[in-house]
């Protein structure tokens, strides 16, 4: 078994579904969804915070560095013995977000970054948010933007999204579900991932599909010239924005249980 392959198995099996650290091929989603963690980090200080839907552990790690505890609740049970044999800071739990393991008004914060476009029922899911947060407490939540991530196509381009959200459709979902929507920002390519894209025909994104579809994951032959720019980006190279949300890439939402 080659170095790369072993990495791969000890952090987590490569499906698609989820995005995990330390495999080269993977950094530029690994770091785009990081760069999210560490914008929401700061509203997980020294609170109670339940990461629903937490992959492979490395965004419950991250917010435990500020909170007071992390729950980290996925339902994979491979998924939660892997977050508890690699970190030691979240406590894993296995459950089902359609049915939260915990007491009413029991934590202060829910995270649930990059998941609600899995789930088959958000409106019950975002139900037993409210019902487990303490009132005035936040729900921080990210998704990719339906109108660039699958703008030409009713169904997700990911067959694991089963309902994918444009800005207006996550901020109806927040307030119907009896949200304050305290604040709704997109996450962008910032002026080094600018040259990137200029540099690999206008989009690296598109790059990288090129490269992966229609391969089995983990055994697609990458370019080298675009692994090592892929391997070069860090969180910082994503920027978070208010304005022109519709052309953004990632949603970012902070909403408030009244």
Known sequence: MSRVIAQRAIALHLTG???????????????????????????CRDAVVLEAGCGEGYGAALLAR???????????????S?????????HAVRGNLAFLPLRTASVDVIANLQVIEH???????????????RPGGRLLVTTPN?????PDSDTP?????????????LDTLLHAAGFAVESLRGLRHGPALAVLDRRHGGSLIDAQLAVVL???????????ELLADIESITAEDFDLHDDHLDATLDLVAVAVRP
């Not at 892997?82 to 979240?90: E, K, L, Q």
């Open 119 to 133: 789930l088959w029922d958000q409106e019950a899911f975002l139900a037993e948010c409210r019902r487990v947060l």
């Open 146 to 150: 339906r109108l660039t991530f699958t």
């Open 214 to 224: 229609g391969s089995l994951p983990g055994h697609a032959q990458w370019p080298p």
């Open 157 to 169: 381009l990911n067959p694991f999204h089963t309902r994918e959200l444009a800005p207006s459709e």
């Open 17 to 43: 579904e989820r995005t995990v650290p330390d495999v080269a091929e993977e950094n530029y989603w690994f770091r785009r969804h990081e760069a999210a963690y560490l914008a929401l980090e700061p509203f």
């Open 66 to 80: 500020s909170a007071d505890r992390v729950i980290a609740l996925d339902y994979d049970a491979p998924t939660t």
């Open 82 to 90: 892997h977050v508890a044999r690699r970190y030691s800071a979240p």
